[in-house]
């Protein structure tokens, strides 16, 4: 296993730039809370997103929607408290942007100030690049999001990929290019076709980070849950499982079970 230093400095937006142009992949993580952050930050992944993916996997909801800004700032208090080297991402959660660039404005300057986020990642491309250059223009770094956006399901209707027709791809690369321009340092590309996100990974001088989006953007992204196998249903082809923690935990704590219902725990050394 690889020790990473402690002395690695604490990773920029400016540095993910930096690291596209050098050819170095970006390695990201998503994560939701203080012990597992300070793990994942031991690692040495260089960015680590309080995604609202959290509404599925900490608060057990089927969608992203439910998750408010209020959870977004909670979750991400809890990450930036135990992280010293990766920046810190914060999702803004659905409709805490998409009302009015001066609402998306002040809540991401909330997920800022109030949370220690480093920046914060919004879906969509060119609805919302009047907020994205408000924010960018007044020093608050924004990750764009493209592909398959999880806040719009009910529109799209299924978890297909996305950008799989040639109008689509288009749309992809103007929208692309449109984030870019209005100030985002980089962009999530989820479940879209490996020859696309290739493409606007050319197209960018940002980089591009991939969830189901093939080899060749500049950095990856996984869920952390689903990267060390925790959860038993989730599987889709994209997610490479690292561990299987679902079935190390089951035993862990059937163990823990047994020797509770059978009086071998506590001992008397384990007791005061
Ligand atoms: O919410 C999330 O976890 C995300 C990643 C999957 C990119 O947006």
């Not at 608060?59 to 408290?81: K, N, S």
């Not at 994205?132 to 529109?155: A, D, F, K, W, Y």
């Not at 500049?218 to 249903?233: A, F, K, N, Y």
């Amino acid at each position: 296993m690889s020790v990473v230093p402690s002395t690695r400095k604490r990773v920029t937006t400016r540095r993910l730039g930096d690291m596209k142009r050098a050819g170095m992949p970006i390695a990201c993580l998503t994560a939701y809370d203080a012990i597992s952050a300070s793990i994942l930050d031991a690692s040495g992944v260089d960015v680590l997103l309080v995604g609202d993916s959290v509404g599925n996997v900490v608060q057990g909801h089927d969608t992203t929607i439910p998750v408010t800004l209020e959870h977004m700032i909670y979750h991400t208090q809890a990450v930036v408290r135990s992280v010293s080297q990766a920046l810190v991402v914060t999702d803004m959660p659905f409709m805490s942007y998409q009302v009015s660039p001066q609402e998306a404005f002040r809540n991401a300057g909330r997920l800022m100030k109030e949370a220690g986020s480093g920046a914060v990642k919004l879906e969509g491309g060119m609805r919302v690049t009047e907020s994205v250059r408000l924010m960018t223009e007044n020093g608050i770094p924004v990750m764009g999001h493209l592909g398959l956006t999880p806040q719009s399901i009910h529109q799209f209707g299924s978890y297909r990929e996305r950008g799989s027709t040639p109008e689509e791809a288009e749309i992809m690369k103007r929208d692309a290019l449109a984030l870019q321009e209005a100030g985002a340092f980089a962009l999530v590309l989820e479940k879209i076709p490996s020859g696309l996100a290739k493409d606007i990974t050319a197209l960018l001088h940002i980089p591009t980070i991939g969830i189901g989006a093939g080899p060749d953007c500049d950095g990856q992204i996984l869920v952390w849950t689903d990267m060390m196998g925790m959860s038993t249903e989730f599987r889709p082809r994209f997610v490479r499982r690292y561990a299987e923690l679902h079935s190390i935990m089951v035993d862990a704590a059937s163990r823990y079970v047994s020797d509770v219902k059978n009086h071998a725990f506590p001992t008397t050394e384990e007791s005061y």
